[in-house]
């Protein structure tokens, strides 16, 4: 069955409205010649007459008359959606959306960004779940709404993001460590304990990759799979971890953070969104807060 032309719903309205084809003809646009096809149209598709010439005029059939409201509303409603989103009040929004980010993330960013959001909209709600492997899966099927992270291939055509921030790797020790005194050279790095962090259980990294040029291996004795798992094993033992410095400001308090003795990777944490979201105003309201937050300076101190 072939679809009908939505169209003439629009045609069929201001027919009804004008009562002329002369007059609606020139309100779409159209010669009376081809705005008089499109009434023969309209009648064919509906099945009457619709407008009638009992004199002079046009007069609406009982059937056009039924029609009219109804046909308004559809071309009214089809208006509405296809008009750009009004001015969004986020004072109004009551909306829970779903962050998805790496180990450390909410700590460091989410008091902040809770109580931004809290105070501009209220009814918001904020639920956060940490990222346990990479893939576009969830923000498809909409389980969550944005995700944190560092893109190391190219994305999906339906997935979009934007950079927030540049993170860089340092060192961490509990403040007793050996490491803590005397300078730090690529070597006493290397020759102590290590926890190194991967979600994917691998032996070696950025940190291993920028490491090699000096001709030093680290010494990795234990991997787990967050920085939150490793910076809780240097803080109660002689390990050393590598970790990103903005991610783990709030994870590392009371801990001997040091500079790397060798060029130490850097790497950029995106915000990432479905591409059906994009023009949403409540989810651009969203990611605004979101890079909002994330971009402030920000004066990280060391012990």
Same mark, same amino acid.
């Given at each position: 069955m072939a679809r009908p032309d939505l169209n003439l719903l629009l045609t069929l309205d201001v027919l009804l409205e004008e009562g002329s084809v002369t007059r609606a003809g020139e309100r779409l646009a159209l010669s009376p010649s081809a705005m008089s096809r499109q009434l023969a149209r309209l009648r064919r598709a509906t099945g009457d007459p619709l407008l009638v010439r009992p004199g002079r005029g046009?007069?609406? +059939?009982?059937r056009a008359v039924e029609l009219r409201d109804r046909v308004r509303g559809l071309v009214r409603e089809a208006e509405e959606v296809l008009r750009p989103a009004d001015h969004l009040d986020p004072a109004e929004l009551s909306r829970t959306f779903t962050v998805r980010s790496s180990d450390g993330f909410v =700590?460091?960013? %989410? @008091?902040?960004?809770?109580? =931004?959001? %809290?105070?501009?909209?209220p009814e918001v709600r904020l639920r956060f779940v940490r990222k346990t492997?990479?893939? !576009?899966?969830?923000?498809?099927? *909409? +389980?969550?709404?944005?995700? +944190? *992270?560092?893109? =190391?291939?190219?994305?999906?055509?339906?997935?979009?993001?934007? @950079?927030?921030? !540049?993170?860089?790797?340092? %060192?961490v020790v509990r403040v007793e460590h050996p490491l803590r005194a005397g300078k730090? !050279?690529?070597?006493?790095?290397a020759a102590a304990r290590h926890v190194h962090v991967s979600r994917r259980g691998m032996g070696e990294g950025l940190v291993d990759q920028a490491l090699h040029p000096t001709g030093h291996r680290?010494?990795?004795? $234990?991997v787990v799979d967050g920085f939150g798992a490793?910076?809780?094993?240097?803080?109660?033992?002689?390990?050393?971890? $590598?970790? @990103?410095?903005q991610h783990t400001v709030i994870l590392r308090q009371g801990m001997h953070s040091f500079d790397l003795p060798f060029r130490a990777p850097e790497v950029t944490v995106s915000l990432l969104w479905h591409v059906r979201l994009d023009a949403d105003p409540a989810h651009r309201w969203l990611r605004g807060r979101v890079l909002d937050v994330c971009a402030i300076d920000r004066t990280v101190k060391d012990e």
């Open positions: 046009l007069v609406p +059939t009982p =700590e460091r960013f %989410g @008091p902040e960004l809770v109580a =931004e959001i %809290g105070h501009a909209a492997k990479k893939d !576009t899966d969830p923000l498809r099927d *909409g +389980t969550i709404d944005l995700e +944190t *992270g560092v893109i =190391e291939r190219a994305l999906p055509p339906d997935i979009v993001s934007r @950079p927030l921030f !540049t993170d860089r790797f340092i %060192g730090i !050279t690529a070597a006493r790095y680290r010494d990795v004795v $234990t490793a910076l809780a094993l240097a803080r109660a033992s002689d390990l050393v971890a $590598t970790v @990103p410095q």
